[in-house]
């Protein structure tokens, strides 16, 4: 069985809450088995406040807790769902290895940057 998965997305970034939907109608047999759980950060702004996470650190990027309830954040959420979606094993082994990992870590962090940046423009939030 698939480690227990909680996703923190936010549904106000269209980018964000399609790829989430993308990821979930992926994921359906696990959706509704509890293995994976999908959660709007901004229908529980304060989830993750015990972590020390503001409302906007979550908004900037993609944030999940695991079974044993550690935090996990940005691209190592990304790759935790590819290695559950089939079909997307390539990418979390090619993104996720011990060599590309720091460059996957860096691009995704630029690329939640500028996202984040674009949504508040066009007030999103």
């Known amino acids: 069985m698939p480690p227990h998965l909680t996703v923190y997305y936010n549904t106000r970034c269209p980018l964000c809450d399609a790829g989430i939907d993308w990821h979930r109608n992926k994921l ?15 229908e529980q702004p304060d989830a993750l406040a015990h972590f020390g996470g503001s409302l906007d650190d979550i ?15 940005g691209t ?13 094993g390539w990418l979390a082994a090619l993104s996720g290895n011990r ?3 720091p460059v996957t870590r860096f691009a ?9 940046a674009w949504n508040r423009w066009s007030g999103r939030w």
């Not at 908004?59 to 954040?73: K, N, P």
């Not at 190592?76 to 997307?88: C, K, M, N, S, Y």
């Open 28 to 42: 359906l047999a696990l959706v509704c088995a509890g293995t994976v759980e999908f959660r709007d950060v901004n």
């Open 59 to 73: 908004r900037r990027r993609l944030h999940a807790t695991d079974e044993a309830g550690w935090l996990i954040v």
């Open 76 to 88: 190592d959420v990304a790759i935790a769902l590819w290695r559950l979606t089939p079909g997307q």
């Open 99 to 101: 060599v590309a990992v």
């Open 108 to 116: 995704y962090d630029r690329f939640a940057d500028l996202l984040f």
